[in-house]
């Protein structure tokens, strides 16, 4: 049973690019979120996506946008990048349908070290 | 900005001692949890407390849980060099799975 998958595992851009990032839910998810922690600080909620759709944002800009799939895999996409935005960003799945949905324990991936120059 | 503060930011003890880490949050909670990561990696739920539970066990793990003061307790019993990483803790508001985490604690267990 394959858990969270990201890809890729690093990546440099420059600032003014954009960059895609990936995610497969564990198998059985339903929903994912996004985090994104910097050097030395805690991960912060970025989104979460449900049903193809964003259900929950935290405080980040519009430049940070998402997607769901049918097939419940997810991609993050960062515009016009920052050199603030060099930060380790991860993907967490869970399931809001059924019972396990009130537990709210979240599956983590390795997450994508995003390095901005 | 994070929900929480964690005390200490950095915990050293040897080997078979025991870790305690603390954790404050701001807002009202569904449940509060304590994640574990290692070298900067993906995080490991380690468990799950609910707010309306006092204290839980799993295995060498204790959390404890104060609403009234908004604060939560992680204890690491007989430290193994094994249990050095980060530890993060998380609450949720809501049923909805989103996560605040506090800025976390790193523990170094030297053998």
């Known amino acids: 049973d394959a858990g969270v998958t990201q890809s890729p595992t690093h990546l440099i851009k420059t600032r003014g690019q954009q960059v895609t990032l990936r995610c497969s839910p564990k198998?059985?998810?339903?929903?994912v979120s996004w985090y994104q922690q910097a050097l030395g600080q805690g991960p912060q909620f970025i989104f979460q996506?449900?049903?193809?759709?964003?259900?929950q944002r935290g405080n980040f800009p519009d430049r940070f946008s998402g997607h769901q799939f049918p097939n419940y895999s997810s991609e993050l996409n960062v515009n016009a990048l920052l050199l603030g935005d060099s930060a380790l960003y991860l993907c967490a799945s869970s399931s809001l349908s059924g019972r396990a949905q009130r537990l709210g324990k979240l599956f983590f991936g390795s997450g994508t070290q995003l390095s901005v120059l | 900005s994070q929900q929480g503060e964690e005390d200490p930011q950095a915990l050293s003890i040897q080997e078979g001692e025991n870790a305690t880490m603390n954790c404050s949050y701001k807002t009202s909670i569904n449940n509060l949890q304590w994640y574990r990561q290692n070298s900067g990696r993906g995080l490991v739920h380690l468990i799950l407390i609910r707010s309306n539970e006092r204290e839980k066990h799993s295995g060498r793990l204790r959390v404890t849980l104060d609403t009234s003061k908004k604060s939560s307790s992680l204890l690491i019993t007989a430290s193994r060099a094994a249990d050095t990483a980060s530890y993060f803790c998380a609450s949720s508001g809501d049923a909805g799975n989103m996560l605040t985490f506090g800025g976390g604690t790193r523990l170094m267990v030297k053998p």
């Open positions: 198998s059985g998810h339903d929903t």
């Open positions: 996506y449900y049903e193809e759709e964003e259900r």
